[in-house]
């Protein structure tokens, strides 16, 4: 069994509230390496179909988002971990010392920050033909700048360890039909390159990955169908797979790497 060192240290991670979601399987990771934990979430409201929230598709994805993080937290109650719960907007730059302020108020300092709150469109205006201000606003308000504004909160704050885990899309440099989101994402995945050149002189590692087609509860049937002949390994990608790669990227044993995007894809989008 590895032993990643993460044991009281601190982990902020953000978009923790979906049950089915990259965040929530990465703070239970972090919570059973008896690792502190700080959940940052945001409710998206966005109209789904209750009757159809039960199974996989876009109304089951919506309806987790537009929920608390209520079921992490009794996960984590479970496994006797020490946590925080916060919802706050972290496009926000008061909003992000609150967070960083709560956590050091709680565990006494922030050691590692998952970047994995992030926004896109649901209107169908994220292509070049039909893509709006409004759009490209909100998307790199939260993808961008929030993921830079918590980043810099938590390399000023930064005693004797740091690490910092973005989260990109396997398809960031390519991804026709969600260009702004593709754009945001290839965006900080060129930041977490130079983020991490700035922050070495003071041990703190800077790394992104890049999840490919991951079942976090949006992917139904049909969806399912189109995208596993474009994965060479046959499966959809689980949020524990996504989890395990941040906790070593978080690890003692990773701490020479840094700059570098990782893709957790199966082999799509290579």
Known sequence: ????????????????????????????????????????????????????AGENGVDRYYSSNAGDASFVEAKLKEIGAEYIVLEKDISDAAQVRDVFDAAEECFGRVDILVNNAAADDETGCDTIETVTQEVIDNTFAVNVRGSLLMTKELVRRSKDYGRVINLSTDSAQVFAGQITYGGSKATLEALTRSVAMEVGKYGITVNCVAPGPTQTGWIDRELEEA??????????????????????????????LTGQVIKVSGGHAL
């Open 227 to 256: 995208v596993l002949p474009l994965i060479p390994m046959g499966k959809l990608i689980q949020p524990e797979d996504i989890a395990s790669t941040i906790l070593f990227l978080a690890s003692e044993q990773a701490r020479f």
């Open 1 to 52: 069994m590895i032993d990643y060192g993460l044991k009281d240290r601190v982990a902020i991670v953000t978009g923790a509230n979906n049950p089915q979601g990259i965040g929530a399987a990465t703070a239970l990771a972090f919570a059973r390496e008896g690792a502190k934990v700080a959940l940052v979430y945001k409710k998206i409201d966005r109209p789904f179909d209750e009757n159809k």
